[in-house]
């Protein structure tokens, strides 16, 4: 019954969330309840992704009424759902408690997987040094866990803490990490995340006054996505624009800042949180 996080896709809660429904009566009927209440709770993360909050606590508030004391993996999903519901809509502070219960209760129940998700998620609620301090805890146990589950989490955590690094305007250290992150990505074939990871180095040499290596490896990108190699990335054409603004090439700037915009513009998160960035884009594209 567990076999149903096969069916995650993470850049299409909605479509996810629709497949995860068509098997919930299945489920249940299959009289497994943990399977049940962790196939609730990760229901409940779709609604998140989509920014159905109130949905989502309504799920969970039902999954939490079916927890017991006995209660193991299914109450860990619990506490990370609840947590990143709270995280998604800027209500951190509610989510800290609930991420350090499920570290606590995985490290507890030995689902390294788990103690490692609950570990990064400290860090992306806690800044500088705290993040740091939490990621390397992540990477620690996902290092030394024998369980496939957690050592899958590691390009994640070089990703993770190479943007602490990064926060930090660290960036020879953002850039170490980063390259470790594009290396593992390299060994394990995981072709989205390499381009991340690619993405992520080039940004930083950018950061560093190496603008000319910066636009080659993006360049680079954009060739995979002109290719069908890649999907159509905002992030690539805004970092181009960045590029051609400090090299004063105001037209190829202004022509990647206007595809960046069609594109970034259409993201819900941004639209909600980085609206200065989107006006910048827009402005700089001229798509007034």
């Given at each position: 019954m567990n076999n149903f996080d096969k069916l995650w896709d993470y850049n299409d809660p909605a479509g996810t969330e629709i497949k995860f429904r068509e098997i919930l009566d299945e489920v249940k009927s299959s009289n497994d309840n943990s399977a049940y209440l962790q196939l609730q709770t990760q229901i409940a993360r779709t609604l998140g992704l989509q920014m159905k909050f109130d949905e989502a606590?309504?799920?969970?508030?039902?999954?939490?009424?079916?927890?017991?004391?006995?209660?193991?993996i299914e109450k860990?999903?619990?506490?990370?759902?609840?947590?990143?519901?709270?995280?998604?809509?800027?209500?951190?502070?509610?989510?800290?408690?609930?991420?350090?219960?499920?570290?606590?209760?995985?490290?507890?129940?030995?689902?390294?997987?788990?103690?490692?998700?609950?570990?990064?998620?400290?860090?992306?609620?806690?800044?500088?040094?705290?993040a740091l301090k939490w990621n390397e805890t992540a990477l620690k146990d996902a290092e030394e866990s024998d369980d496939q589950r957690a050592k899958g989490w590691l390009g994640s955590l070089y990703n993770n803490i190479g943007w602490t690094y990064f926060d930090m305007k660290d960036y020879e250290k953002a850039l170490n990490i980063f390259e470790k992150c594009r290396q593992w990505h390299e060994e394990n074939k995981k072709g989205y995340g390499l381009a991340i990871a690619k993405w992520s180095v080039a940004k930083t040499l950018r950061m560093l006054g190496k603008t000319d290596e910066a636009m080659e490896m993006q360049l680079l990108l954009l060739?995979?996505?002109?290719?069908?190699?890649?999907?159509?990335?905002?992030?690539?054409?805004?970092?181009?624009?960045?590029?051609?603004?400090?090299?004063?090439?105001?037209?190829?700037?202004?022509?990647?800042?206007?595809?960046?915009?069609?594109?970034?513009?259409?993201?819900?998160?941004?639209?909600?949180?980085?609206?200065?960035?989107?006006?910048?884009?827009?402005?700089?594209?001229?798509?007034?």
């Open positions: 606590h309504s799920l969970l508030d039902e999954v939490k009424d079916n927890l017991t004391e006995d209660s193991g860990v999903r619990y506490l990370l759902e609840r947590g990143r519901v709270f995280n998604s809509s800027n209500q951190k502070e509610k989510s800290r408690d609930l991420f350090l219960k499920a570290y606590e209760l995985s490290k507890q129940i030995r689902e390294d997987g788990y103690a490692v998700d609950a570990a990064h998620m400290m860090a992306i609620i806690e800044s500088h040094g705290e060739n995979d996505i002109n290719e069908g190699k890649a999907e159509n990335d905002g992030y690539v054409f805004e970092e181009l624009m960045e590029c051609c603004l400090i090299k004063n090439e105001k037209e190829k700037a202004k022509e990647y800042a206007g595809k960046a915009y069609d594109i970034l513009s259409q993201d819900i998160w941004l639209q909600k949180n980085e609206e200065d960035r989107l006006v910048r884009l827009k402005k700089t594209g001229n798509r007034e």
